[in-house]
């Protein structure tokens, strides 16, 4: 079987070949060619040691990335090629690091080492392909299936764990029982993995196709990582405009969010404080009364420990806070406040916040919310396209503009121009200088009771 790989890759495993070595394309890049998929990274495996390969390339730029590990990187005509030795791992002490790394000549020896079938493949042009555990069946199946005894695999690395869900979610393939199973005993092992990588496979998996059914199946691995939203299942939403449980409600709305991160993150996290807050009424209706706000400081706690950048918590944070605004009820004075206070970006994504919310309630009452959303983004197109005025620096005068004018520089001083502002955003005063002197005159005289 011939199959076309980038021209700089063929080289290197020529040149390799050329120098005694064998050589094949693995990993995610052999994966991603067997399913017709554009490749970004390359790797090529070796039976060079690191020193050998260097040597072989020196004729081109080549970057010591993990020599002491057996990998470099040689560059051929702006293309980075990671080119790694043939290795062995043993010992995992630490349920993500292997103690001992040994090189080997045998390609078969590093692919048994490797996760899943899926990715255990490997393909040189001199050679063909290498598939020793089945991975092409299993990527024609659509199978996420572990190499060897799954309890080994995941006690070697336990990041496997969020892999296998992140695969199974992002390429919309099942999970082998077996693996599955294992997953579901082995989740503890999460406790290893750092903040930082946890956050990153988490958050590919939240943007994948598959990721509802993820959510569902694999349930209690999520409630491990997050223990907040474990209450959420089971609490029940005795409400007309509801037809799942709190948990159940989530998934959906994760689902039909844009596949963005910060919106997948938000909605994840958007509910978190219902539990908390829940009563029910003397009719038998409950009610989730400022379970937002509960929310937003659920969501901060989970964000601080994942070590998300300030930005993004902050953003998601603020999705989570303002996620049950009533587009249609809102004045346009209160739309820009909304954007002084958050962005416009933002208020643009609380629609889509709003929409997947309502799309994952009962459907009886989904046209009415989708009808809500149009008017009220219609309203934020209109304020977009009026150049409106936000923020204090928005309006034509300044603090220098007003100390001119006789107005000293004074927690007084920022009263007024609060007070403009508001005006502003009210319709009821122009953005003009004159005008906005004037006014300002008058608010001073009134303080002094002139």
């Not at 260097?54 to 990998?71: C, L, M, N, Q």
């Not at 199946?141 to 070697?156: L, M, Q, S, W, Y």
């Not at 989570?320 to 009533?326: A, S, T």
Request: proline share 3%; hydrophobic share 40%; glycine share 6%.
């Amino acid at each position: 079987m011939v199959i076309n790989i980038a021209p700089q890759v063929n080289r290197v495993i020529e040149i390799l070949h050329s120098h005694g070595h064998s050589a094949y394309v693995v990993g995610g890049a052999c994966r991603d060619i067997l399913m017709g998929k554009a490749i970004n990274d390359w790797d090529v495996a070796t039976s060079a040691l690191p020193e050998e390969t260097a040597a072989v390339f020196s004729d081109y730029r080549v970057i010591e990335t993990g020599i002491k590990h057996g990998t470099v990187t040689v560059i051929i005509d702006s293309l980075s090629i990671e080119i790694t030795t043939y290795r062995i791992e043993k010992g995992y002490s630490d349920n993500r690091h292997p103690d001992r790394v040994d090189f080997t000549q045998r390609i078969e020896d590093d692919l048994s080492r490797r996760d899943f079938t899926v990715n255990a493949i490997a393909y040189s042009p001199l050679i063909g392909i290498i598939d020793p555990y089945g991975g092409q069946q299993d990527i024609d199946a659509k199978v996420i299936r572990c190499v060897g005894n799954p309890d080994t695999r995941f006690g070697e690395d336990a990041l496997r764990i969020l892999r296998a869900l992140r695969f199974s979610s992002v390429l919309g393939f099942d999970i082998d029982k077996d693996t599955a199973d294992s997953i579901h005993r082995n989740k503890n092992l999460l406790a290893n993995i750092s903040a930082e990588r946890i956050f990153a496979e988490t958050s590919k998996l939240l943007c994948g196709k598959n990721v509802k059914r993820i959510l569902t199946d694999f349930s209690d691995v999520f409630f491990f990582i997050f223990p907040e939203l474990e209450p959420m299942k089971g609490c029940i939403q005795n409400h007309e405009r509801h037809l799942y449980d709190v948990w159940g409600h989530t998934v959906a709305a994760v689902d039909s969010v844009k596949a963005e991160p910060h919106l997948r993150f938000a909605m994840l996290l958007h509910d978190s404080g219902k539990p908390l807050v829940k009563t029910t009424d003397e009719n038998g209706v409950d009610h989730f009364y400022r379970h937002s706000k509960k929310s937003r400081s659920i969501t901060e706690a989970v964000l601080l420990r994942l070590k998300t950048s300030t930005k993004f918590r902050n953003l998601v944070c603020d999705l989570v806070e303002y996620h049950d605004f009533l587009p249609d009820k809102i004045s346009k004075k209160t739309f820009k406040k909304y954007i002084a206070l958050l962005g416009i970006e933002t208020v643009r994504d609380l629609f889509d916040i709003r929409e997947s919310d309502i799309r994952a309630q009962n459907p009886v009452f989904l046209a009415e919310g989708l009808e809500a959303n149009k008017t009220g983004l219609a309203v934020l197109n209109e304020i977009e396209k009026e150049n409106a005025c936000f923020r204090i620096t928005d309006l034509e005068i300044s603090g220098k503009d007003l100390a001119a004018a006789g107005i000293p520089p004074s927690p007084q001083m920022g009263r007024i121009l609060e007070t403009l502002l508001d005006e502003v955003m009210g319709d009821t005063l122009e953005n003009k200088k004159e005008a906005l002197l004037k006014r300002a005159e008058e608010i001073n005289q009134m303080k002094d009771g002139n």
